[in-house]
């Protein structure tokens, strides 16, 4: 059975930093990419970040340039998100998400999905 189950999430002030989560499990992760897609109510849910298997070729949405670090750890099945500098705008749900071979940018292309976790920037 596949799972992505995310965590850390939470509420923080504008300026503040987040780490967020990704345990998998239930499928061969070192041969996936990973990656961070972002829900904000009444919004299409986009792509935020993602590495591929080896962790050395990352991409990043543009609004995140220099804020927000992808990682993960083959050994221990995990994906990480460290996020600084935190805006309004980054309110949202954020989804955890594997894809097979290259990496994960397009939510059409995804494999398997987390749950989400709840991300919540105050002014």
């Known amino acids: 059975q596949v799972q992505l189950v995310e965590s850390g999430g939470g509420l923080v002030q504008a300026g503040g930093s987040l780490r967020l989560s990704c345990a998998a499990s239930?499928?061969?992760?070192?041969?996936?990419?990973v990656g961070w897609f972002r829900q904000a109510p009444g919004k299409e849910r986009e792509f935020v970040a993602t590495t591929n298997w080896s962790n050395d070729i990352m991409h990043y949405t543009d609004s995140v340039k220099g804020r927000f670090t992808i990682s993960r750890d083959n050994a221990k099945n995990m994906v990480y998100l460290q996020m600084n500098s935190l805006k309004p705008e980054d309110t949202g749900v954020y989804y955890c998400?594997?894809?097979?071979?290259?990496?994960?940018?397009?939510?059409?292309?995804?494999?398997?999905w987390g749950q989400g976790t709840q991300v919540t920037v105050s002014s």
């Open positions: 998400a594997a894809k097979r071979g290259n990496v994960a940018t397009i939510s059409s292309l995804i494999d398997y």
């Open positions: 239930g499928f061969t992760f070192r041969f996936n990419s």
